[in-house]
């Protein structure tokens, strides 16, 4: 009987909390019929958006990785001093309001800001334009890869990396063919929510963005435009694109997990450890 | 190859871990550093594998100054006590790493490595096991899987850092016998840490004992066993009873036994004690130091007693030891009344 009114519980939260949202979206963008909504996301305003928001992520997700592992690694596997000050720096982002974010690379690379001056001189747009959106979603994205990884690595110590280095290993060797696969899963957990952050963010972007239709806008602030312009039906089609867009990462995910039953097995493990460490 | 250490020193902070060491492994030696954790034992270790570098002094391989060179040109297996497989690779794959990442030009073809890995699998007795994960094997084949993957490179140092450490105590006795063997078949140098007095005298030709960061004694294991020169060591390389000397119009008593001789000499100040082991108390009927048996413990072949000897405190008992046989003539028991005398003795200053 407990066991019932806790699974319950669950699902009841679940669908009043995740699922009834999600529905809610894809039935506000179908309110319509078909026709309207494909109306709406065939818009040229739209595929800007859309194709936008996949241009930033394709940017800012790979920088991230280099830099999340890179970081990770380094505090991880060797002492140096200055490592906790690296540590805390490396949370600035989650501390830091998205809209603070923004307005940090207004001040450095706006009119007016510190850069301002020469920017200008050498016809280089950053703020209200693609560069912005592209360093302001880095900001606010930099810490998923990073604090996946820092835990994992720290539990798994340096043995296996000095073993394949006394075994005559280079350094390079070492990483892709010993350190890589045994942080396989967390990287990828931390690609996915930082891809998820990087489409979805929106209070830096709109900061820097300057809302520029077609040029400057991405998915999340394409819909507020058009929520602000009561334009439902499209604000809301344009949003299940967005939802589209995480479903789909999440598949991608479940695919790989399949594909590879270390992976699972590693899933496996690391669901155990976050309810370990929930508890 | 043979390896010499020169004034090394480390420091953790403002922790000393070794402090100007100085010592010599003959080439094909097998050697034990021993000691207790934090004597600086794996830092020594990983200094001559490489993995830290000294803060001063000198690392010579075969009377060349290695200090400066990296872990891969050192020609080192090293083996921890955590084994460090590589989980997502079979047994196979663990033992032909350290062949596979060799440059093209230096590297075995394919069916070599095959063939080279299935000869170091026969040697660790593990034939069967080469497509098995890490985690399908036991602790103690998991350790000689990592000590074949060591000897794939044929190195020249073999370093291995508490590798039974993990291991029950029957596993650990059969690897350490097996390790011997190995190494009296193969000829590399090796040099073995370990916090385990009996595993570094069953397996090593020298016994190094460290304390703080320092070389306590050097020596084969029965110099190091029978003639220990500090106080720290005796009571390191096994069980001791420490009793207080007592100078009385200046001769030397333990109880009522003179243990007067022209080497101990009444301290101006301070106080001695010495150590017995517990074999070197003789328990009889005749003259000696009055005790009461208080218990009685029989481990296989031998038999430990508690003996609480007249004037000491009834709450430190000795602890004796006699063969079974001798036990089953005498038949002691509890609430006996007997006599000490000690075979052996020795006497240090006692801890201020």
Same mark, same amino acid.
């Not at chain 1, 690609?191 to 077609?214: D, K, P, W, Y």
């Given at each position: 009987?407990?066991?019932? /009114?806790?699974? *319950?519980? #669950?699902?009841?939260?679940?669908? +009043? =909390?995740? $699922?009834?949202?999600?529905? @809610?979206?894809?039935?506000?963008?179908?309110?319509?019929?078909?026709?309207?909504?494909?109306?709406?996301?065939?818009?040229?305003?739209?595929?800007?958006?859309?194709?936008?928001?996949? /241009?930033?992520? *394709?940017? #800012?997700?790979?920088?991230?990785? +280099? =830099?999340? $592992?890179?970081?990770?690694? @380094?505090?991880?596997?060797?002492?140096?001093?200055?490592?906790?000050?690296?540590?805390?720096?490396?949370?600035?982002?989650?501390?830091?309001?998205?809209?603070?974010?923004?307005?940090?690379?207004?001040?450095?690379?706006?009119?007016?800001?510190?850069?301002?001056?020469?920017?200008?001189?050498?016809?280089?747009?950053?703020?209200?334009?693609?560069?912005?959106?592209?360093?302001?979603?880095?900001?606010?994205?930099?810490?998923?890869?990073?604090?996946?990884?820092?835990?994992?690595?720290?539990?798994?110590?340096?043995?296996?990396?000095?073993?394949?280095?006394?075994?005559?290993?280079?350094?390079?060797?070492?990483?892709?063919?010993?350190?890589?696969?045994?942080?396989?899963?967390?990287?990828?957990?931390?690609?996915?929510?930082?891809?998820?952050?990087?489409?979805?963010?929106?209070?830096?972007?709109?900061?820097?963005?300057?809302?520029?239709?077609?040029?400057?806008?991405?998915?999340?602030?394409?819909?507020?435009?058009?929520?602000?312009?009561?334009?439902?039906?499209?604000?809301?089609?344009?949003?299940?694109?967005?939802?589209?867009?995480?479903?789909?990462?999440?598949?991608?995910?479940?695919?790989?997990?399949?594909?590879?039953?270390?992976?699972?097995?590693?899933?496996?493990?690391?669901?155990?450890?976050?309810?370990?460490?929930?508890? | 190859?043979?390896?010499?250490?020169?004034?090394?020193?480390?420091?953790?902070?403002?922790?000393?871990?070794?402090?100007?060491?100085?010592?010599?492994?003959?080439?094909?030696?097998?050697?034990?550093?021993?000691?207790?954790?934090?004597?600086?034992?794996?830092?020594?270790?990983?200094?001559?594998?490489?993995?830290?570098?000294?803060?001063?002094?000198?690392?010579?391989?075969?009377?060349?100054?290695?200090?400066?060179?990296?872990?891969?040109?050192?020609?080192?297996?090293?083996?921890?006590?955590?084994?460090?497989?590589?989980?997502?690779?079979?047994?196979?794959?663990?033992?032909?790493?350290?062949?596979?990442?060799?440059?093209?030009?230096?590297?075995?073809?394919?069916?070599?490595?095959?063939?080279?890995?299935?000869?170091?699998?026969?040697?660790?007795?593990?034939?069967?096991?080469?497509?098995?994960?890490?985690?399908?094997?036991?602790?103690?084949?998991?350790?000689?899987?990592?000590?074949?993957?060591?000897?794939?490179?044929?190195?020249?140092?073999?370093?291995?850092?508490?590798?039974?450490?993990?291991?029950?105590?029957?596993?650990?006795?059969?690897?350490?016998?097996?390790?011997?063997?190995?190494?009296?078949?193969?000829?590399?140098?090796?040099?073995?840490?370990?916090?385990?007095?009996?595993?570094?005298?069953?397996?090593?030709?020298?016994?190094?004992?460290?304390?703080?960061?320092?070389?306590?004694?050097?020596?084969?294991?029965?110099?190091?066993?029978?003639?220990?020169?500090?106080?720290?060591?005796?009571?390191?390389?096994?069980?001791?009873?420490?009793?207080?000397?007592?100078?009385?119009?200046?001769?030397?008593?333990?109880?009522?036994?003179?243990?007067?001789?022209?080497?101990?000499?009444?301290?101006?100040?301070?106080?001695?004690?010495?150590?017995?082991?517990?074999?070197?108390?003789?328990?009889?009927?005749?003259?000696?130091?009055?005790?009461?048996?208080?218990?009685?413990?029989?481990?296989?072949?031998?038999?430990?007693?508690?003996?609480?000897?007249?004037?000491?405190?009834?709450?430190?008992?000795?602890?004796?030891?006699?063969?079974?046989?001798?036990?089953?003539?005498?038949?002691?028991?509890?609430?006996?009344?007997?006599?000490?005398?000690?075979?052996?003795?020795?006497?240090?200053?006692?801890?201020?």
């Amino acid at each position: 009987m407990g066991r019932f /009114l806790l699974i *319950a519980s #669950a699902l009841l939260f679940l669908g +009043v =909390f995740l $699922v009834l949202p999600l529905l @809610a979206v894809f039935a506000q963008a179908f309110a319509k019929g078909f026709g309207a909504y494909a109306i709406a996301i065939s818009e040229p305003m739209a595929w800007a958006a859309v194709k936008l928001t996949l /241009l930033v992520a *394709a940017i #800012a997700v790979p920088l991230n990785l +280099v =830099f999340g $592992v890179a970081a990770a690694w @380094a505090i991880a596997k060797f002492d140096f001093r200055g490592k906790s000050t690296l540590i805390t720096l490396i949370d600035l982002p989650f501390a830091v309001s998205p809209v603070i974010a923004g307005l940090i690379f207004i001040l450095i690379f706006g009119n007016n800001g510190w850069f301002g001056g020469y920017l200008r001189a050498h016809h280089i747009r950053v703020v209200f334009a693609v560069p912005g959106i592209v360093l302001a979603t880095i900001f606010v994205t930099f810490p998923f890869i990073a604090r996946e990884l820092i835990p994992i690595m720290q539990a798994q110590g340096k043995d296996a990396e000095e073993t394949a280095l006394s075994l005559g290993a280079t350094g390079w060797q070492t990483f892709w063919r010993v350190t890589l696969p045994n942080i396989r899963l967390g990287l990828l957990y931390g690609v996915l929510l930082c891809n998820a952050r990087a489409m979805g963010e929106f209070g830096a972007v709109s900061v820097v963005s300057g809302h520029i239709r077609g040029l400057t806008n991405t998915l999340p602030l394409h819909v507020e435009i058009l929520y602000n312009e009561y334009n439902y039906t499209a604000a809301f089609a344009v949003a299940s694109l967005l939802a589209l867009l995480a479903l789909l990462t999440l598949a991608g995910k479940n695919f790989l997990e399949r594909r590879q039953p270390e992976l699972r097995h590693a899933a496996r493990v690391m669901r155990n450890r976050t309810q370990r460490r929930s508890r | 190859m043979s390896i010499a250490l020169r004034g090394v020193s480390k420091q953790f902070g403002e922790f000393a871990a070794v402090e100007n060491i100085n010592l010599d492994i003959s080439s094909g030696a097998l050697m034990a550093l021993l000691g207790p954790s934090g004597c600086g034992k794996t830092t020594l270790l990983r200094i001559i594998a490489g993995l830290e570098t000294p803060d001063s002094g000198e690392v010579l391989f075969d009377g060349q100054d290695a200090t400066s060179w990296p872990i891969a040109d050192r020609k080192v297996g090293f083996v921890f006590q955590s084994y460090a497989l590589f989980r997502h690779m079979t047994v196979f794959e663990n033992v032909a790493f350290g062949l596979k990442v060799k440059r093209r030009r230096d590297r075995p073809a394919a069916s070599e490595i095959r063939k080279k890995v299935q000869e170091l699998l026969a040697l660790v007795q593990l034939e069967w096991s080469h497509d098995r994960f890490p985690a399908q094997l036991s602790g103690g084949q998991r350790q000689r899987v990592a000590l074949a993957r060591a000897m794939a490179v044929d190195p020249k140092v073999l370093l291995l850092d508490e590798p039974f450490g993990a291991l029950d105590s029957q596993v650990r006795h059969e690897l350490r016998r097996w390790l011997r063997r190995l190494h009296d078949e193969l000829h590399f140098t090796s040099i073995i840490v370990t916090h385990d007095q009996q595993e570094a005298i069953e397996v090593a030709d020298t016994v190094v004992v460290l304390n703080r960061g320092r070389i306590e004694q050097l020596g084969v294991p029965e110099e190091i066993y029978d003639l220990p020169t500090s106080a720290f060591v005796h009571r390191f390389l096994g069980q001791v009873n420490e009793l207080p000397v007592k100078w009385r119009d200046g001769r030397a008593y333990l109880g009522p036994i003179d243990i007067s001789a022209p080497d101990v000499l009444e301290p101006a100040d301070g106080k001695q004690i010495a150590l017995v082991r517990p074999h070197e108390i003789e328990i009889g009927p005749g003259p000696g130091w009055p005790a009461t048996v208080v218990a009685v413990r029989v481990i296989g072949p031998i038999v430990r007693l508690d003996l609480c000897a007249e004037g000491q405190p009834i709450h430190e008992p000795l602890e004796a030891e006699i063969s079974r046989e001798r036990f089953e003539a005498e038949s002691f028991a509890v609430g006996q009344k007997v006599a000490l005398r000690f075979r052996r003795w020795q006497v240090y200053p006692a801890p201020a």
